[in-house]
């Protein structure tokens, strides 16, 4: 058996439309047989007409760039590839993509409600609803629809909901970037020729109110939106045309309010033929972004939860509902026997206050209702404009035995690629924690958190925990689409904001020139965790310029009044830096940023070592040798300032240990010394976690690759707080921002710690330990770029007797699984087509496998 188990055009096997001049094409195949390689791929790619276009033979499985002749606008295509093996196998697969409007301007025009003056603060405008009954010149053959917006959209066909993704266009750097969704509305126009056509467009992150500040009005006025219609009829002849002021506007509709952090407001009584309707207004942009076709992972509906309990709360009238998970996403809710007028208000909670009522003053700002005016009779309702983060619902208006509810998951459509289980229930919750805030946190872009007034891209978090959600999803598209923000964000010193897109905000504060450490770092550590994981070069190549510039940056800010050694220390002021984020060793936000000399210094090594690599990969050696020089001054420095010279820090903790030792910034001679006064920082803490967000992704790998995997165990498996199993004894069904979010009864003991009554109980940031499941626990850690070459090493330790992992590369699925009983190890793996495995057992013998199921065995 030989077969391609996939083919996709940019990241996608379906629905594919992109505006891409040299589109990538990617495929995988599988083989029964063993030590299999791929000896030739023959590609031809064919216009409509069946004209080729392009004819290439490769033996590369992962990025294959276009190369042939110039793709059309609103054109489809087919590619075909034939794939022989190098034992004379063959395999065929084929897969079709559609080009966008790939146009330098965009062809459409902006309208909007000329009446509308949105002038009030902290608040969302009201929505924006748009018709018009739009008629085709012949019998449709093939019909799209173009279509963005300031704010976001909903597009309706003849009352009809056309596609199944939220938030569209997306949450981008709009003062640059805007993108737009193509739908094929041919399906509609079979049998006919006139449909009545409308959108509703609320605030969303471009005018409504975001970040805690609730800023609003940040890249528009007011919602503005512009479709364009494109038709091609049975005679071959073509029409586009699109919005202008023939197009009619009310803000009259159904949907009253909606806010991303407020929840919405609907009012199903509402009759728009009896509405005030006006002519649209054309607009002229606020900004000028570059407007393309969406290449992100969309937002849509996944897991559905049905209540695991329903309590009555008397005192407040209103019905509890806990659904047994914390995740993203909103609820739907079906009524019965109701009257017309009344009213159905739903709010969401993360935790419970001791009395069984709902905690919602970690909110802060944001009022998470869902506020419903039924009309009479049985309706069914869901928000369109808006998600929570939530576990708990509280319901009030309606009474129980008429009243149907769920709760759905919104998150960004990537594949499920990793799995990771153990013999240990305790780490396999974690995992499954690890899991879900990925998913609440996957919403268009990586976000802090999913509940409070915040849900901001916050560079920090993506930078330590991408390797974990790499493992899990594909992230290709989601995260490359995210990086093209960064790019565009970028300050012209090199600096980046820390939250991106950044939308006016500004912390610890608004100094436009500065580098962050750690925060910015997600510009080198998030394209390097995206090409080992996936082996894709173009990432590196995309990236590459603006990491150059950051990494300048950051060694220009060290060396800031600096002379001698000291220019490779980063010891810029203190506010100007996160330092170790919420350790919990230190009870202070300023106490956290007072380590940044330490953690900037370790990210400047970081960061120009990494970059270092890739410029050699990328074959730029002169920038290669002199990041290389960078990292070797830089290390030399933390140990000849911050040590003793005999590897003890004269000021001890954690994490300022653990980078430089994780990161090889020790002289050979004094790395044991420094991981022995570690070690005895751990066991002072009785094996509790110290770490802040940039050492606690690294605590565990910097214990067990240095011979300690006995402590690393033990603070793994440790479930006092604070620890990660102490959150999974506590009930966590998600990653928690701060170790100590809840104490033994249930409560939130922090106090007044200078952040702001800041805790979520959905932050993925100290889920990065998942990376130490994967890589060491279950063994399987790449060595090349998408597991081309790749090595399986358990670490064995803290009584666990099996773990498996298996993750599905850019070249087919690679798998570990052991077990130990007594003495007696064993383990099966899965080796990808044209893949190799260096397997190394217990007792240190080390075997080489190409692809292929293999078992070993290993007597300890």
């Given at each position: 058996m030989f077969e391609i188990a996939q083919l996709t055009v940019e990241g996608l096997e379906n629905n594919i439309v992109t505006d891409e001049h040299t589109p990538h094409i990617s495929y995988k195949v599988v083989s029964d047989e063993q030590n299999v390689h791929v000896a030739n791929c023959h590609i031809v790619v064919k216009n409509a007409d069946g004209n080729t276009m392009w004819e290439e033979d490769t033996t590369d499985q992962v990025g294959i760039a276009y190369e042939g002749k110039a793709l059309s606008p609103s054109s489809e295509y087919s590619?075909?590839?034939?794939?022989?093996?190098?034992?004379?196998?063959?395999?065929?697969?084929?897969?079709?993509?559609?080009?966008?409007?790939?146009?330098?301007?965009?062809?459409?025009?902006?309208?909007?409600?000329?009446?509308?003056?949105?002038?009030?603060?902290?608040?969302?405008?009201?929505?924006?609803?748009?018709?018009?009954?739009?008629?085709?010149?012949?019998?449709?053959?093939?019909?799209?629809?173009?279509?963005?917006?300031?704010?976001?959209?909903?597009?309706?066909?003849?009352?009809?909901?056309?596609?199944?993704?939220?938030?569209?266009?997306?949450?981008?750097?709009?003062?640059?970037?805007?993108?737009?969704?193509?739908?094929?509305?041919?399906?509609?126009?079979?049998?006919?020729?006139?449909?009545?056509?409308?959108?509703?467009?609320?605030?969303?992150?471009?005018?409504?109110?975001?970040?805690?500040?609730?800023?609003?009005?940040?890249?528009?006025?007011?919602?503005?939106?512009?479709?364009?219609?494109?038709?091609?009829y049975e005679n071959g002849t073509a029409d586009m045309f699109g919005t202008d002021s023939t197009w009619y506007v009310t803000r009259q509709g159904k949907v009253k309010m909606a806010d991303l952090y407020d929840g919405e407001t609907f009012d199903s009584t509402v009759n728009l033929d009896e509405a005030c309707w006006s002519n649209a207004q054309e607009e002229k942009l606020k900004y000028n972004p570059v407007i393309s076709a969406d290449c992100g992972a969309f937002v849509k509906e996944h897991e559905v939860f049905t209540p695991v309990s329903e309590k009555i709360n008397d005192k407040d009238n209103e019905i509890i509902y806990d659904f047994g998970q914390n995740f993203a996403g909103i609820v739907r809710f079906t009524v019965k026997n109701a009257k017309k007028g009344q009213v159905i208000e739903i709010r969401h909670a993360e935790i419970l206050n001791p009395d069984g009522t709902l905690n919602t003053s970690f909110l802060r700002s944001a009022k998470t209702t869902v506020t419903y005016i039924c009309s009479d009779g049985e309706q069914t309702f869901s928000p369109s404009f808006t998600y929570m983060g939530f576990r708990y619902v509280a319901v009030r208006g309606v009474k129980s035995e008429d009243f149907q509810i769920k709760a759905i998951a919104l998150y960004s459509d990537m594949t499920d690629r990793g799995s990771f289980e153990c013999s240990d229930e305790m780490i396999n919750k974690l995992q499954s924690n690890i899991r879900w805030s990925t998913k609440s946190n996957f919403v268009d872009i990586p976000t802090d958190c999913p509940q409070r007034d915040e849900r901001m891209g916050w560079t920090g978090d993506i930078a330590v925990f991408s390797t974990t959600a790499c493992f899990n999803f594909d992230t290709g598209r989601f995260l490359k689409k995210w990086l093209k923000d960064v790019r565009s964000e970028q300050l012209p010193t090199g600096g980046l904001p820390n939250t991106v897109p950044a939308n006016g905000f500004g912390f610890p504060v608004t100094m436009p020139t500065m580098a962050i450490d750690w925060w910015g770092d997600a510009c080198v550590l998030v394209p390097w965790a995206l090409y080992m994981s996936d082996g894709d070069i173009s990432v590196l190549e995309d990236n590459y310029d603006m990491m150059k510039k950051y990494v300048g940056a950051c060694r220009r800010w060290a060396a800031t009044f600096s002379v001698g050694k000291n220019r490779f220390i980063w010891h810029t002021p203190s506010i100007f830096h996160f330092g170790d984020w919420v350790a919990p060793d230190a009870p202070k936000m300023q106490q956290w940023q007072k380590r940044s000399k330490w953690t900037a210094t370790a990210s400047l090594y970081n960061t120009s070592s990494i970059l270092s690599r890739i410029a050699e990969i990328l074959g730029y050696e002169e920038d290669a040798r002199e990041y290389k020089k960078l990292s070797e001054n830089v290390a030399d420095a933390y140990e000849s300032i911050f040590t003793d010279g005999n590897g003890r820090l004269k000021e001890e903790f954690q994490t300022a240990y653990v980078l430089p030792i994780q990161f090889g910034m020790f002289r050979k001679e004094n790395r044991k010394k420094a991981v022995d006064n570690l070690v005895k920082l751990i066991e002072k803490s009785d094996y509790c976690i110290g770490t802040g967000f940039p050492g606690t992704p690294y605590i565990l790998f910097a214990l067990a690759d240095n011979g300690r995997s006995d402590v690393a165990y033990k603070m793994l498996l440790n479930s006092r707080c604070p620890s990660w199993l102490y959150e999974v004894r506590t009930g966590a069904t998600t990653i928690w921002e701060r170790w100590d979010g809840l104490d033994e009864t249930g409560q939130c003991p922090i106090g007044d710690d200078g952040t702001g009554n800041m805790i979520s109980y959905n932050h993925y940031a100290s889920g990065a330990v998942g990376d130490f499941l994967y890589k060491r626990v279950a063994g399987i850690e790449p060595l090349e770029a998408g597991y081309k070459k790749f090595r399986i090493k358990p670490v064995l330790g803290g009584n666990l007797t099996y773990a498996k992992a298996k993750i599905d590369t850019s070249y087919g699925v690679v798998s570990s699984e052991w077990h130990l009983a007594d003495s007696d190890f064993s383990i099966d793996i899965e080796v990808p087509v044209g893949c190799q495995c260096i397997l190394e057992l217990p007792d240190g013998k080390t075997l080489e496998y190409g692809s292929g199921h293999y078992s070993a065995t290993a007597k300890l």
């Open positions: 590619v075909e590839i034939a794939v022989k093996s190098d034992k004379g196998e063959e395999a065929f697969s084929s897969i079709e993509f559609t080009t966008g409007l790939m146009a330098d301007e965009w062809p459409g025009t902006f309208i909007t409600d000329g009446n509308y003056s949105f002038t009030e603060k902290k608040v969302s405008p009201e929505p924006m609803n748009f018709k018009k009954k739009i008629k085709a010149g012949g019998n449709v053959v093939k019909a799209y629809v173009y279509a963005t917006a300031m704010g976001i959209y909903e597009m309706y066909f003849d009352g009809k909901k056309v596609g199944d993704r939220y938030f569209a266009p997306g949450f981008t750097s709009y003062k640059k970037r805007l993108q737009y969704q193509t739908y094929d509305v041919t399906e509609f126009f079979k049998g006919k020729r006139e449909i009545d056509v409308q959108f509703t467009v609320s605030g969303g992150w471009a005018v409504g109110s975001f970040i805690y500040s609730r800023n609003n009005r940040f890249a528009a006025d007011r919602q503005a939106l512009s479709a364009v219609f494109y038709f091609v």
